[in-house]
């Protein structure tokens, strides 16, 4: 493991950039959709199906990744999913129709689940290191690239074609990856202590058992990261639209619904390692969780504009720190694997929270649809005070 103080801190620059990198990158990419919709000549429908190519090479890689981090370290991987992303992100406005389109996704979704199991699986192992909760620090500098990427794309939309954007996009990350890569190759990785004792031999039986407690575990993670990664997905896709369509809100203010919710969760982010310190990981959890339900009801049925935007930043206050922990805790349980278990469930989560809320949108409404993400953050904190006696919640 590294050997001082200062080998963790330049490990842990590293990993941040990465994460950072991940959220750039993405981010330039998802606000191009509408230009590249239009270039491809896509239907809605055939636009959602292309990008299904994301969601499926991330689910299918994420398991892969575990496995491969496993044998060759979660350094390499990183840099090697980290360079496979930025060449990725320039294929698609090469692409002439919907089907070439879904291609090149499923690249590109292959080196976005890779990297996030890869330093998932690095911050993990640092955090258990340092004996310090610093998880949502990463996750709050992926969130910053997200907003850092956003923000420049949409700057630079009306001036840049959608080709030259994103090969911007690819030349800077490569740079990023070039000069972060050779800092995080240089790093030893870090081996928590309790590492070697349970690589010890156990009797067949105790061992069973461990696995399987450990498996039943990690699962119960993810299904907590799953239930509040489902309510970033459904505020990313439905929440602009609440407040257009219900509340009457302009275009501008509409548009205005995420940013207050991507804001609130990146400060919560930010002072996440505080909040742990202070509070321990289940309290962080369920007072996290509870906060958000407070939140989504008032941002779901507040009958004015601004009531709303106020509720979707309480959500995204109370849901910040909720999948870091979830990320960390199967991370030390079940290592890479555990890491790719419960990314993999969470990234499910905020695949289903879109079409799901559109499905109840048609049977019940939108606002009633958009409580589901209450309901599903109410479930987190049911599951965070169950596990709580098993030790494993904090």
């Given amino acids: 493991m590294p050997g001082t103080r200062d080998d963790l ?27 590249i919709k239009e270039q491809t000549g896509a239907s809605a429908s055939a636009l959602g199906l292309a990008l299904l190519g994301v969601s499926a090479g991330a689910v299918v890689t994420m398991t892969l990744t575990g496995r491969l981090v496993r044998r060759y370290g979660s350094h390499p991987v990183t840099v090697a999913c980290a360079v496979l992303l930025c060449l990725s992100i320039a294929l698609p ?6 089907l070439a389109l879904g291609a090149v996704l499923l690249v590109f979704g292959s080196a976005y689940g890779g990297i996030n199991v890869a330093f998932n699986s690095a ?88 696995d399987r407690r450990t498996r039943r575990l990690v699962i119960t993670f ?16 439905w929440g602009a639209l609440h407040l257009k369509q219900d509340l009457d809100a302009s275009p501008g203010l509409a548009a205005a619904g995420y940013s207050c919710f991507a804001l609130a969760m990146t400060v919560g982010r930010l002072t996440g390692t505080t909040l742990l310190e202070r509070l321990g990981r289940t309290v962080t959890v369920v007072a996290g969780g509870s906060t958000a339900v407070a939140g989504m009801l008032l941002g779901s049925l507040a009958p004015s504009v601004w009531a709303a935007l106020f509720g979707f930043a309480i959500t995204g206050l109370g849901l910040a720190n909720i999948f870091p922990v979830a990320v960390e805790r199967a991370g030390a349980l079940g290592g890479p694997s555990g890491v790719a278990t419960a990314s993999t469930l969470g990234y499910g989560g905020m695949l289903l929270g879109p079409p799901a809320i559109g499905f109840m949108a048609d049977w019940f409404s939108l606002p009633a649809a958009l409580t589901s993400v209450a309901a599903l953050a109410a479930v987190a904190v049911l599951v965070a005070v169950a596990t709580r006696r098993a030790g494993v919640a904090g």
């Fill in 93 to 98: 406005p090469l692409t002439h129709s919907a």
């Fill in 123 to 210: 911050a993990v192992d640092l955090v258990a290191v340092l004996g310090r909760p610093i998880m949502p620090s990463f996750h709050a500098a992926f969130s910053l690239g997200g907003m850092i990427g956003a923000g420049l794309g949409g700057l630079v939309a009306g001036s840049l074609s959608p080709t030259r954007h994103l090969l911007a996009l690819t030349v800077t990350g490569l740079l990023v990856t070039l000069v972060a890569g050779r800092a995080l190759l240089r790093c030893e990785p870090a081996v928590p202590p309790d590492r070697a004792s349970e690589e010890a031999p156990e009797r067949d039986g105790a061992a069973h058992r461990r």
């Fill in 9 to 35: 801190t330049r490990l842990r620059i590293a990993l941040t950039a990465f994460f950072a990198l991940d959220g750039f990158v993405f981010a330039g990419w998802v606000v191009r959709i509408p230009a």
């Fill in 222 to 237: 993810g299904l907590i990261a799953l239930c509040t990664a489902y309510g970033e997905g459904a505020m990313a896709d």
